[in-house]
């Protein structure tokens, strides 16, 4: 069964109270969650909404294999997790100009997370009306306004 996955992150200025958001479709079943974080970054709430989503997957059982089609409108997370990921690890979590990489604890975790599946990472152009990016669009701006 494929798994299909459409995550979100935004700020309320950047830093500023962000939110993160996924709605995740199973054959007939959807479910969708999101949270908010007083004082953070776009680029962690992209990753948040991520990693999220695929702890909350967890591990199939055996037999239960699933291939996960992850959708981001982060070209951050797309590419990150791609391509640049396997650089930073070789270089001891360096940037190519030396520096250490930011956000290094959630890359980490969501190099963990992607390693236990079979995932298919997609970059979706954001705000052009794809309806799951929207929806997880509505429920990060939402999950920002309920921090008051």
């Known amino acids: 069964m494929d798994i299909i996955v459409y995550t979100d ?3 309320s200025g950047n830093p500023g109270p962000g939110g993160w958001a996924y709605v995740l479709v199973a054959g007939e079943a959807r479910s969708e969650r999101s949270g908010a974080e007083p004082s953070t970054t776009n680029n962690r ?3 948040t909404a991520v990693i999220m989503a695929l702890e909350d997957l967890g591990e199939r059982p055996e037999g239960e294999a699933a ?3 992850l ?3 982060s070209r951050y997370v797309q590419l990150g997790i791609t391509e640049w990921i396997a650089k930073w690890v070789r270089n001891d979590w360096k940037t190519a100009s030396g520096e250490p990489v930011k956000n290094r604890e ?3 975790r969501l190099a963990a ?5 079979d995932v298919s990472w997609r970059w979706v152009k954001g705000h052009d009306g794809i309806e799951l990016n929207e929806r997880c669009d509505a429920l990060v701006r939402g999950a920002i306004a309920r921090l008051g």
């Open 9 to 11: 992150g935004g700020c």
């Open 45 to 47: 709430m992209e990753l």
């Open 67 to 69: 291939h996960v089609e």
């Open 71 to 73: 959708h981001t409108d």
């Open 106 to 108: 959630l890359w980490q």
């Open 113 to 117: 997370c992607a390693a236990r599946l």
